[in-house]
Every structure is written in structure tokens, then in C-alpha cells.
């Protein structure tokens, strides 16, 4: 199982989304050092594989697989 930490948003810092806190950009995301499971949830294809493909390159990120 997993818990939420909050959201990652470049233009709602300190905002919250759906009741979870935005708890940084994604300069943030990329800069952790802690083990955490991430979730890219971008409708553009182009831009959510781009942001990936980024963020991959923090062994600390985790990318589960996930059903909806």
C-alpha cells in the first residue's frame, strides 16, 4: 500500500489539490534523496514521457504500474 504524500505542481506551490498539499515543483521531485513512489499523472503524452524520462534518472524515484 501506499500513502500519499501530496502533489508536485511547478505552479501551485503551498496550494492543495483535491484536499492533499502541494508539497513542491518538480525541481523538488527530482532533488529527493528519500525512497519514494511517484506517479506522473499528465494527459500530454509528449510531456508526461518527457518529465519521466527525467525524473528516471533519481534512483530514489519509483515508478509503480498502475490500474484504473
Same mark, same amino acid.
Given at each position: 500500500?501506499?500513502?500519499?504524500?501530496?502533489?508536485?505542481?511547478?505552479?501551485?506551490?503551498?496550494?492543495?489539490?483535491?484536499?492533499?498539499?502541494?508539497?513542491? =515543483?518538480?525541481?523538488?521531485?527530482?532533488?529527493?534523496?528519500?525512497?519514494?513512489?511517484?506517479?506522473?499523472?499528465?494527459? =500530454?503524452?509528449?510531456?508526461?514521457?518527457?518529465?519521466?524520462?527525467?525524473?528516471?534518472?533519481?534512483? =530514489?524515484?519509483?515508478?509503480?504500474?498502475?490500474?484504473?
Amino acid at each position: 500500500t501506499y500513502s500519499i504524500l501530496g502533489f508536485v505542481d511547478d505552479s501551485l506551490c503551498g496550494g492543495k489539490v483535491n484536499g492533499y498539499p502541494v508539497v513542491g =515543483n518538480l525541481v523538488w521531485l527530482a532533488a529527493q534523496t528519500k525512497k519514494m513512489a511517484v506517479v506522473v499523472a499528465i494527459g =500530454n503524452a509528449v510531456v508526461r514521457k518527457r518529465i519521466a524520462s527525467e525524473l528516471m534518472k533519481n534512483a =530514489n524515484l519509483m515508478f509503480p504500474s498502475l490500474v484504473a
